[in-house]
């Protein structure tokens, strides 16, 4: 059995509006005989008839309002249906997922999701707390947008992969340890440590700082929530490497910060599908660049 057409339930409506089939066709810019036809189809899907003709005045029948009280809701969901796609398409609303780490989120994105609420309010960034391996299968997957990504990765098939920021790694000590100005591995490898557990591109680029110096230091504790390390510097449980991420922060009086000597960096990538993206989609990667140092 065939589904009622809206368009067949828009020309009983106008016809109903307007009390004749001759002015819904002029209105609808279709044949007398189309305009007749829409309606036989519908009181054939219904089987029962839906207007009444009384000296040349149309009227709709008891199941004819039942009917039209139906199509009308259906039609206003259907255009407001349509409103809410164009106004995605002209990139007025939308949701972008984006997939990132914690301090990333914590330090970098606020700034974006500043500018681009400022911007384009009616846009709804869904943030995912992921290790950058997750967030590239995502991507591959399509349930993720966007991905903030430590560097060096392989994209894949697919996928797009750009150079995003490049920040700082210092070392994070307890101020009672009083450290040096710089910091080397041989000084920082002999301390207690907590680092970012192995999955991470953090670790891997931590460890060949220590191991250019033929170090190979294990950790006290392996952590990869940022804040939660700092904590525990401040605590005096052990000294970390960190990135330096967004503005300098007022740091915890118990915590020093210090360069490290070789220099270190972090670098990070924004990773997205291949092709033109959403409009949307292409308003929060605009807020993200203005981030890029």
């Known amino acids: 059995m065939r589904e009622i057409s809206l368009d067949r339930l828009r020309t009983l409506v106008v016809i109903a509006d307007l009390g004749s089939f001759a002015e819904a066709s002029r209105q609808l810019n279709l044949a007398p005989p189309t305009i007749s036809l829409h309606v036989t189809e519908l009181e054939a899907r219904v089987g029962a008839p839906l207007l009444t003709r009384n000296r040349g005045q149309v009227r709709p029948t008891a ?3 039942t009917l039209l009280a139906h199509a009308r809701r259906l039609l206003a969901d259907a255009d407001r249906a349509l409103d809410d796609v164009h106004r995605q398409v002209q990139g007025l609303t939308g949701r972008v997922r984006l997939g990132a780490s914690t301090g990333a989120i914590a330090h970098l994105l606020p700034a974006a999701l500043e500018h681009l609420r400022a911007a384009h309010p009616g846009i709804d960034v869904q943030v995912q707390v992921l290790t950058s391996q997750a967030s590239l299968a995502r991507l591959r997957e399509g349930t993720l947008d966007i991905g903030l990504v430590a560097l060096p990765q392989v994209a894949g098939k697919g996928l797009t992969l750009k150079p995003w920021r490049r920040d700082p790694i210092l070392a994070y000590v307890p101020a009672d340890w ?12 002999q301390r207690a440590l907590i680092l970012n557990d192995s999955s991470t591109q953090l670790s891997r680029v931590t460890g060949e700082w220590f ?6 230091p294990t950790p006290r504790i392996e952590l990869n929530y940022n804040d939660a390390i700092k904590s525990l510097v401040g605590a005096g ?3 970390t490497l960190l990135p330096q991420e967004g503005a300098a922060t007022e740091l ?19 990773a997205c599908r291949e092709g033109q993206p959403e409009r949307a989609t292409a308003h929060v990667l605009e807020a993200l660049a203005r981030l890029q140092e």
Do not use: C, F, N, S
Request: glycine share 12%; charged share 20%.
């Open 252 to 270: 915890d009086p118990r915590i020093v910060r210090r360069p490290l000597r070789p220099g270190l960096w972090r670098q990070l990538g924004i």
């Open 178 to 189: 009083q450290p040096p100005a710089r910091v080397t591995p041989a000084w920082l490898a």
């Open 211 to 216: 191991a250019a110096a033929g170090l190979y």
């Open 63 to 65: 199941v004819g309002e």
């Open 237 to 239: 449980y052990g000294a």
